[in-house]
Nanobody
């Protein structure tokens, strides 16, 4: 079964930065065909799309709430997608998940990001 393993979350203060990582357990050639996304889910809320990157890594899209602060990137050779998060705000507090847009997989455990003073 394909696994999505997210990591890199933590407890930070407003204005701090974090970088999240996600490794996908598929062959490199398969991962290279996937558009990938980061999602997040805050307590009591629906999961929302945060950022998407195409398979080549040269086209990205962001939710308005994170545009200009977050950057999605990928390494096809490492079968990984990353989310650099700058200028974090308390409203960014959520569990963050990755998934393939091309062929969605069962959700992983996610990684908790908590932004609090």
């Amino acid at each position: 079964q394909v696994q999505l393993v997210e990591s890199g979350g933590g407890l930070v203060q407003p204005g701090d930065s974090l970088t999240l990582s996600c490794v996908v357990s598929v062959p490199v050639l398969v991962f290279s065909t996937y558009s990938m996304s980061w999602y997040r889910q805050a307590p009591g809320q629906e999961r929302e799309l945060v950022a998407t990157i195409n398979k080549a890594g040269d086209s990205t899209n962001y939710a308005p709430s994170v545009k200009g602060r977050f950057t999605i990137s990928r390494s096809n050779g490492k079968k990984s997608v990353y989310l650099q998060m700058n200028s974090l705000k308390p409203e960014d507090t959520a569990i963050y998940f990755c998934n393939s847009e091309t062929r969605p997989r069962p959700w992983g455990q996610g990684t908790q990001v908590t932004v609090s003073a």
